[in-house]
């Protein structure tokens, strides 16, 4: 426990339990006001107001579990550059002061001249962004996420049929909400669409400078967005379609230069410069804004996990896989046969398989529909590898970019990239491939050729080339296909991505690898659930290291492989074991299938959220503190021993967001219960002897 979640604590009003610990009972609900003057969006965690005469605009957005403001002003809803010139929708003039917003002041406040003005409001509840076909590993998320939504309607008396709708949505028991625009085209002419921003809110600073810092403090309020992949989500918790800008108007600001950045834009970084045909409409991105009660980091990560389970809960699916290393049927079928036998849910023909999804020779087809079909006949699913970005394929292909962000990449909009879209859905379709192991996924480069089919030129490059992958993730989302892709693409509708590596460690020293790894997944695991990222494990050679780098064979590196084993069940991470085979003795067997079993036996608790309690570095223990307050298992701690002795630790184990508040009762490795007393800060001493290189688990009710 971190003194500023205590201090949280202390702000809870009397009676009020943590969101994080016991969901709120009210939930997301849109209320006009009796004078019909303002419309409230709320779920008892976050509230936004709009006045809608004599136009619409935010005027509040409070986070009602700090009690705190996060506005200072008010602005448009969003910015729409048409046809090359820049319009406002909505929003309200006159504001003088801009460190904070007065009610009184809203009745004197004008109507933008020359903004597209309010017309008139809807209210419901929230939509699937896109089908989901739930598969055998799927949990029982909601989907959509429960919650409400609001619809502003603009029109524009000298633009007529051009209308523009402002969509929020806000979600039960989350303080999210989310914003998007959509532009109608009723005209009779097409529009040109060359930019816009989709949110803009002057937001309180998140501190006073007045000189310019190297760095400002991060505020309350975290934007994501579904238009993400490594141009703009270089960091799982920060989006670059956020832009953090200086606010022109707010002059009583401390930082002398007035550079605070308080003034929140959304806005992609290049286009979409999209043609909009009469009759047809565009909706951008969304944003999706998270309010933080808390500065600490752990607290932080627990909400933006939160998030991520309610809005890209296929996130959550966490099967148990094996990457096999041939994809001729025989060794498909042998690692098929290991998995079934011990429990693996998932095999994927990897990287250098020979296994080829641009392959469309109907014999081939053939072939891996079988093995698709055996597997689902064992409780195994299949799929397998394929290459996009980074790939070099010719000149008229590849995007015309004097940078790629991998060197080389093939531009979805060309004519090869059509073609290879059109090769996977046929494959997927034709075979009934369960798993996409999509590597180098769209990164976000542009690309400048005005002769690919798929794009005008540069402005539109990104737009449609994220149009074309996300519909494609969202394809296989809707038909249960599980997408493992290493870049950011959750809300897109992928499932896992890369706890945290670099490539080489795997070609290093068998006991390097196993404390690198147990750092990856504590570092991984600040802004992921266990189930967003997947790790690895090289039972033969991956690219150097010869037999010091590998498992095999595994039966005479028992000791290393169980310690792989260990580290990822524990934490509750799936690893790509990479090999021809699961075990090779009967030996090895019984200890792929009690960890597996482990993993099963408390998968619920596993599945849930990490405490960072100490992070490995070889010095002493390590621990992470696995927390759910809705399960019976309400922790589950794994304490390592990384040195060549067995230890004795006394430590504090950081019960708060188990929701247990007087006494819990704990069992080391499952042995007798004991009953112990919470302290003051919600932790209980334990303690545990660990054998040398080894891990003790310590679970509590
Ligand atoms: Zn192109």
Redesign the pocket.
């Known amino acids: 426990m971190r003194p500023t979640a205590l201090l949280l604590l202390a702000a809870l009003s009397a009676g009020a339990a943590d969101w994080l610990i016991a969901p709120p009972k009210e939930h997301a609900a849109v209320r006009r006001s009796t004078d019909g003057r303002e419309v409230t969006l709320s779920n008892g965690l976050i509230r936004r107001v709009w006045r809608l005469t004599p136009d619409a605009a935010t005027v509040a957005f409070d986070n009602l579990t700090t009690g705190a403001s996060l506005l200072r002003g008010v602005k448009p809803e969003a910015e729409v550059e048409l046809d090359g010139h820049r319009y406002s929708v909505g929003g309200l003039k006159g504001q003088e002061e801009w460190a904070y917003l007065r009610r009184e002041w809203l009745d004197g406040m004008t109507a933008s001249p020359g903004a597209f003005h309010f017309t008139g409001m809807d209210s419901g509840t929230t939509v699937a962004r896109f089908a989901w076909k739930r598969a055998p590993y799927s949990g029982g998320q909601p989907w959509p996420p429960p919650g409400a939504s609001l619809t502003l309607h603009f029109a524009l008396d000298t633009l007529p049929g051009v209308k523009v709708d402002v969509h929020y949505e806000m979600y039960d028991a989350l303080p999210v909400i989310a914003k998007w625009i959509a532009l109608k085209n009723d005209s009779p002419r097409p529009v040109r669409l060359n930019r816009f921003v989709n949110e803009i809110l002057a937001v309180v600073e998140s501190e006073s400078a007045v000189e310019d810092p190297v760095r400002w403090r991060p505020g309350s309020l975290q934007v994501d967005s579904d238009y993400s992949f490594i141009a703009t989500h270089a960091r799982p918790d920060e989006n670059a379609v956020a832009h953090w800008e200086s606010d022109p108007n707010y002059r009583t600001q401390v930082n002398y230069s007035l550079k605070t950045p308080a003034l929140l834009r959304c806005y992609p970084p290049l286009g979409p410069d999209a043609i909009v045909a009469p009759g047809d409409a565009f909706e951008t991105f969304r944003v999706f804004e998270l309010a933080h009660d808390s500065t600490d980091r752990e607290r932080r990560g627990l909400a933006q996990r939160r998030m991520y389970r309610a809005l890209a809960p296929w996130s959550q699916e966490n099967p148990i896989l094996m990457h096999v290393r041939q994809a001729d049927p025989a060794s498909v079928k042998l690692a098929i046969d290991q998995c079934a036998d011990v429990g693996f849910e998932m095999v994927i023909m990897t990287f250098g398989s020979g296994f080829s999804v641009e392959n469309e020779d109907p014999a081939y087809l053939e072939r891996i529909r079988q093995l698709v079909d055996y597997g689902r006949a064992r409780g195994v699913a299949l799929g397998g590898y394929s290459l996009l970005a980074s790939r070099h394929i010719d000149a008229g292909d590849d995007?015309?970019n004097p940078a790629p962000i991998f060197g080389h990449s093939p531009?979805?909009?060309?004519r090869w990239?059509e073609e290879y879209f059109r090769k996977l859905r046929h494959f997927i379709e034709t075979t009934g491939l369960a798993v996409l192991e999509h590597d180098g996924s769209y990164p976000g480069d542009t690309?400048?050729?005005t002769s690919?089919p798929?794009?005008r030129g540069l402005d539109d490059?990104q737009w449609t080339?994220w149009k074309t992958i996300s519909g494609f993730y969202q394809w296989c989302r809707a038909r249960g296909v599980y997408l493992n892709v290493p870049d950011w693409y959750f809300l897109e509708g992928s499932n896992k991505t890369a706890m945290g590596y670099r490539e080489s460690n795997w070609s290093l020293p068998r006991e390097r690898q196993v404390l690198l790894a147990r750092q990856n997944i504590y570092d991984g695991t600040w802004d992921k659930t266990p189930s967003m990222g997947w790790m690895f494990v090289p039972l033969v050679q991956y690219q150097g290291g010869g037999a010091a780098a590998t498992l095999e064979p595994l039966k005479d590196h028992l000791d290393y492989y169980e310690r792989h084993l260990e580290t990822n069940f524990t934490a509750g991470v799936q690893a790509c074991y990479r090999g021809p085979r699961l075990y090779d003795s009967p030996e090895t067997r019984a200890v792929v299938k009690r960890w597996v079993d482990f993993y099963k036996q408390h998968r619920a608790i596993l599945d849930s959220d990490i405490i960072h309690v100490r992070r490995p570095d070889g010095r002493d223990y390590d621990a992470i503190l696995h927390v759910n307050p809705a399960l019976r298992e309400k922790a589950l701690a794994v304490v390592n021993n990384p040195l060549d002795r067995p230890i004795t630790r006394t430590i504090r184990l950081p019960l708060y967001y188990t929701g247990l508040t007087d006494t819990a009762m704990v069992r080391i490795e499952g042995g007798a219960a004991r009953k112990v007393a919470l302290a003051r800060d919600y932790t209980v001493p334990v303690t545990v002897t660990v054998p040398a290189a080894g891990a003790v688990w310590v679970t509590v009710e």
Do not use: F
């Open positions: 995007v015309v531009c979805l909009g060309s990239g690309c400048a050729s690919h798929g794009h490059s080339q």
